[in-house]
């Protein structure tokens, strides 16, 4: 494909600075929220980063800093390029796994096989969705593609130990950013060993080249963590020991052919039915190719997230691209085509609308109302409470409100993970409480009249990261404006309590299917008056 670095650019800067919907919370709070903290002295940090042992390294949120920086030195923080910024930064990091993807599908199964591949990558619908995303998932994803495609599949050749270097620095880089990732490369590793292990000399060189490799972005890490946290600080073993508790049952448990019956046929969609023909015929080969290499992979990275109690779609993304090499191999040798494909058109028609469907319309109104929020004078938004799920919009990377930087003017209800042993089967964070029963804890965490000065709630949410105590202490002001999902509406009492205290809807907006009850009928935005 032509201008091939032209067009991925194109296309994933251009999806990311069309994105306005919301997908996951981490893309801001584990991203966007860090950095602006680190920039600006305000932002809310989750338990990940204030916990007495801290899971989160802050390599990938620094990729951040510098634009914040920057605009903070011109004095453009208060414009739009807040927002946009970070989005051209992260759709170029996006445009990369396209980039790579050409060479890691040339160097497994050819030339031929390029623009297929291409084709599969630009019209998938998940890469549409997350890939241009300031999500960790969607640089490891890229990462991991930048890696593979320099992997030494065919290591007789004279330079398989520079690409080697490359594989191991791109690698280790992903691992940085997602721990996790470790395990695609043990597989890789192995596989390289294994084909050296009668090269005594090779195999020293790749055990050598790994150990100096992972030893110095671990020593990268540990120094970067370290000072941001101001103590001796190693998060890839803090993250390890704290995933493999039961804290991470608390985001919820999956079962074991969670991956197999919904990840990969939503990673996949319209590329799906090549996916699993070409991953057939891979394993079908009797001689261990590049491409049978590369699906057992797939197979292996599968197998080991599938012990994982939690699981969610995005953990798997950096398998799609290794995916859309076999779907591109089994769709061309299928049709017996070389450079032109047809049915891309299909496919983009498939696509396409899709695409625009999750990225403009799908959980827009948790994005809208932050623009909102944004745009009031300090005069109508002396104070804000989200009566919502936790982590449902995002925060001062979007508000961007110093006036409102103290958390009792500026709250959320909180959802802190049972991290001092407690049965996660039985355990309740505030959002649980609040929803169990809202007019109750209407009635009991607030006081009787609204006070038109809007103090600032004394105890709004849980302290991140320390231990919640047993009843449940949480106490608020009533906030000059309230923000919440018009299903709140619904629940017996609400409206009525909120009618009487004063308050009157200023503002709403609904885009597309809802499926989680609570976050249905779009948001809303009540004002005391």
């Not at 280790?172 to 721990?179: F, G, N």
């Not at 002001?477 to 509406?489: D, R, S």
Request: aromatic share 14%; hydrophobic share 45%; with cysteine.
């Amino acid at each position: 494909m032509r201008h091939l670095v032209l067009t991925a650019l194109v296309v994933r800067i251009g999806i990311a600075l069309a994105t306005s919907t919301f997908f996951q919370p981490d893309e801001y709070y584990q991203s966007l929220e860090v950095a602006h903290h680190l920039v600006f002295g305000y932002s809310q940090l989750t338990w990940e980063w204030l916990a007495p042992k801290p899971i989160r390294s802050i390599v990938y949120p620094a990729l951040n800093v510098p634009i914040y920086w920057l605009l903070k030195v011109l004095n453009l923080d208060d414009t739009s390029a807040l927002i946009w910024g970070p989005k051209v930064l992260h759709g170029a990091l996006a445009a990369c796994t396209d980039i790579w993807l050409a060479r890691l599908t040339r160097n497994v199964v050819g030339e031929r096989y390029l623009d297929a591949a291409l084709i599969f990558s630009f019209t998938s619908i998940f890469h549409g969705l997350s890939l241009s995303r300031s999500i960790s998932n969607s640089a490891e994803t890229a990462l991991t593609t930048m890696a593979l495609s320099y992997y030494p599949w065919e290591a007789n050749v004279r330079h398989w130990r520079g690409d080697l270097w490359k594989t191991l620095l791109f690698a280790a880089l992903a691992c940085a950013i997602r721990p996790t990732n470790a395990v695609i490369w043990v597989y890789m590793f192995a596989y390289l060993l294994w084909v050296l292990r009668k090269r005594g000399n090779d195999v020293a060189f790749a055990i050598a080249s790994a150990a100096c490799v992972g030893a110095s972005i671990l020593l990268v890490i540990v120094i970067l963590d370290s000072a941001y946290y101001g103590r001796l600080t190693i998060t890839p073993i803090n993250f390890l020991l704290t995933n493999a508790s039961s804290v991470s049952l608390f985001y919820g448990r999956s079962p074991w052919h969670y991956y197999l019956s919904q990840a990969i046929p939503i990673l996949a969609t319209t590329a799906l039915p090549w996916v699993l023909r070409g991953a057939y015929t891979a394993a079908s080969t009797r001689t261990a190719g590049p491409l049978r290499v590369l699906s057992g992979l797939v197979a292996w990275t599968i197998t080991v997230y599938s012990l994982a109690g939690h699981k969610e779609w995005r953990f798997l993304h950096p398998l799609l691209p290794p995916m859309h090499v076999l779907a591109a191999k089994s769709y061309v040798d299928s049709t017996g085509r070389g450079k032109r494909i047809p049915g891309r058109r299909l496919l983009a028609l498939l696509s396409i609308p899709a695409i625009i469907y999750v990225t403009i319309f799908h959980g827009r109104a948790q994005i809208s109302v932050m623009h909102y929020l944004r745009s009031l004078p300090p005069e109508n938004s002396l104070s804000i409470g989200f009566l919502m799920p936790c982590h449902s919009t995002p925060w001062q990377a979007y508000l961007h409100r110093r006036d409102l930087m103290d958390d009792g003017m500026l709250w959320a209800l909180g959802c802190e993970p049972p991290l001092q042993g407690q049965d996660v089967t039985i355990y309740q964070d505030q959002t649980d409480i609040f929803y169990k029963s809202p007019l109750e804890y209407l009635a009991k965490r607030f006081p009787e009249r609204v006070d038109p000065a809007f103090p600032p709630s004394p105890f709004p949410r849980s302290a991140p990261g320390l231990q919640t105590d047993a009843s449940y202490p949480w106490k608020h002001e009533w906030p000059q404006n309230l923000v919440f999902f018009g299903a709140l509406l619904e629940q017996p009492g609400i409206k009525d309590v909120l009618l009487r205290k004063g308050y009157r809807e200023v503002w709403s907006a609904e885009y597309g299917w809802e499926g989680d009850d609570r976050r249905k009928g779009g948001v809303r935005v009540w004002r005391y008056t």
